[in-house]
């Protein structure tokens, strides 16, 4: 696979121009080239093949050749919904969902997180340099950060909901539309939080013996619900 670009613009058959921080990406940082070539996508579920044609610091003209939608997408919605754990490890939960094909992921606000993002946009960086390195071309939704009680008793169509939670169900996965998932903070979810979530349909789900942290709890959610049943 050729080097993949993140370019936040419609992109089509024929040249494209590029101008500012994308521009400067490419011709400064990645010193491509004339005659360079690369993969472009923008989230649309495509992949452009183009071959660089000018290169400078004020702008970059590519030719568009190739159009290509390989199938890398699950197929339904999962959304992992999660307090954000601290530093680098709330980097490394939004990374990892973007690899294993998650298709929503929400910051919540419970009664015992402790950090409360408000930079969602940097999440969504996360997100595109994931996808550049996993080839994924549609990117996973970062929302804005949610309280426990309005995400839990949010309306929406029918999904399997499943809740991260010691002493639940042993966790069995059956195909669904969508399946959204959560997971509570360090200590967990306070009772009342629980007793919220099973009044609004979800089921709680134990995810083995010992205590996870968030991000490897959320992942492990994101893992059994996107492979393949048999």
Known sequence: MSERYYIDQPLALGLVGLAGPEAHHLAV????????????????????????????????????????????????RLEVAAPLPKGDRGQFLVEKLTELGATDFVPLRTARSVVHPRDVDK????????????????????????????????????????????????????????????????????????????????????LGPRILRVETAALVLAVACSLPLR
């Not at 004339?34 to 989230?43: C, D, E, K, Q, S």
């Not at 008793?153 to 010691?166: G, H, S």
């Open 29 to 76: 940082v990645c010193r491509v080239r004339p005659g360079h070539r690369v993969t472009l996508f923008n989230g649309d579920g495509r992949q452009y093949l183009a071959t660089v044609t000018e290169a400078g610091k004020r702008g970059v003209r590519l030719e568009v050749q190739g159009v290509e939608e390989p199938r890398r997408e699950l197929g339904f």
């Open 123 to 206: 999440l969504r960086r996360h997100v595109i340099e994931a996808s550049k390195q996993c080839g994924r071309n549609v990117l996973m939704r970062v929302a804005a950060l949610c309280d426990w009680e309005d995400h839990a008793t949010r309306a929406e169509p029918p999904a399997l909901r499943l809740l991260a939670q010691p002493g639940g169900e042993v966790l069995a996965v059956s195909r669904a539309e969508a399946i959204r998932c959560a997971v509570g903070p360090e200590g967990g979810f306070s009772d009342e939080e629980c007793a919220l979530a099973r009044a609004a349909g979800w089921q709680g789900v134990s």
